[in-house]
């Protein structure tokens, strides 16, 4: 059952959480502060299903999990093994056999770049029913390509484990340029927060 909070003086009706029969899902979280505050402050564009904020045309897409991880692979560079390799050696883990391994799994190196742990509590929280999950998010650049900012490893990884098939995915297509972004998010942000930012991330 959906549920509905009152109208935003945008005129957006949102919805907070939607439980899909296995999931309960936080549709108006990305767990990105920036991109939360987007949403909030988005419009009806005039196309069904899309939303336009100062910066961004949003949409919110059913996503096979599959293809979401495909998207993070492509996102982390993981289809080259000395991506991962490079990662790892940073985290001060073993690297060496990630260079020249002809059978090397993209996947298999996305599933060693999370936490064990992180990935297992979230699958904890959805088997028993006492987790909301963030919906995930993509981002495109002005011209339309995929952007190089990364979020949501460690939920599609729990997800994927569970079999659970389709997941809810913002896309954000920019249309304007990333300095104009950036100063209006840090501006908008900093007026928000005087304290400071603290944002929170499960990549």
């Known amino acids: 059952m959906e549920k509905q909070i009152p109208f935003y003086p945008t005129g957006i009706s949102r919805l907070y959480e ?5 999931v309960t899902w936080d549709l108006m979280n990305t767990t990105d502060e920036f991109y939360n505050d987007v949403l909030s402050s988005a419009k009806p564009s005039g196309t069904p299903g899309v939303f336009k904020s100062k910066h961004f045309a949003v949409k919110l897409v059913w996503m096979d ?7 993070q692979i492509r996102i982390l560079h993981y289809n080259d093994p000395a991506q991962l390799a490079f990662d790892l050696a940073i985290s001060g883990e073993s690297h060496e056999d990630y260079l020249d391994d002809p059978d090397y799994d993209p996947f298999i190196g996305f599933e060693m770049s999370a936490s064990a742990d992180v990935v297992q509590s979230i699958v ?4 028993h029913k006492v987790s909301i999950i963030p919906a995930g998010i993509l981002i495109y650049e002005k011209d339309g390509t995929l952007s190089d900012f990364q ?3 460690h939920r599609s990884l729990a997800l994927h484990i569970m079999e659970i098939p389709l ?6 297509r920019a249309i304007k340029t ?10 908008r942000m900093m ?3 005087p304290e400071g930012l603290d944002i929170v991330s499960d990549d």
């Open 18 to 22: 939607y439980f899909d029969g296995v």
């Open 151 to 153: 979020e949501g490893r």
């Open 191 to 193: 007026a928000l927060h």
């Open 124 to 127: 904890n929280g959805i088997a």
């Open 167 to 172: 997941l809810p995915v913002w896309t954000f």
């Open 65 to 71: 999990v599959e293809e979401y991880i495909d998207y």
């Open 178 to 187: 990333n300095p104009e972004i950036s100063q209006h998010w840090l501006d």
